[in-house]
């Protein structure tokens, strides 16, 4: 089992930034990959970013440019730096994890981008 928890979301205006945390715990060894989702109100989950555990990185057109994934697996947590926030941003994020043929994901945590 792997537990994640995240953190940092908040309220944010346009433009600005915000860096969310996610703290894996459990079972950790052989995640090959971590990543956030997003799910806004009404909408379906989506993929944000992606990390391998060869910082191999995967971004959703949305957020390219904009967005940076990172892992430090010596504290067992991944990050996500987020710049030129917009209101489309809004959404709750989730931290996942994928460990074999399992997946694990966080509770989340809201971003809402507003004035």
């Known amino acids: 089992q792997v537990q994640l928890v995240e953190s940092g979301g908040g309220l944010v205006q346009p433009g600005g930034s915000l860096s969310l945390s996610c703290a894996a715990s459990?079972?950790?060894?052989?995640?090959?990959?971590m990543g956030w989702y997003r799910q806004a109100p009404g909408k379906e989950r989506e993929l944000v970013a992606t990390?391998?555990?060869?910082?191999?990185?995967n971004y959703a057109d949305s957020v390219k440019g904009r967005f940076t994934i990172s892992r430090d697996s010596a504290k067992n947590a991944m990050y996500l730096q987020m710049n030129s926030l917009k209101p489309e941003d809004t959404a709750v994020y989730y931290c996942?994890?994928?460990?074999?043929?399992?997946?694990?994901w966080g509770q989340g945590t809201l971003v809402t981008v507003s004035e």
């Open positions: 996942n994890a994928a460990q074999f043929q399992f997946e694990y």
């Open positions: 459990g079972s950790i060894f052989s995640i090959y990959r």
């Open positions: 990390i391998t555990s060869d910082r191999i990185t």
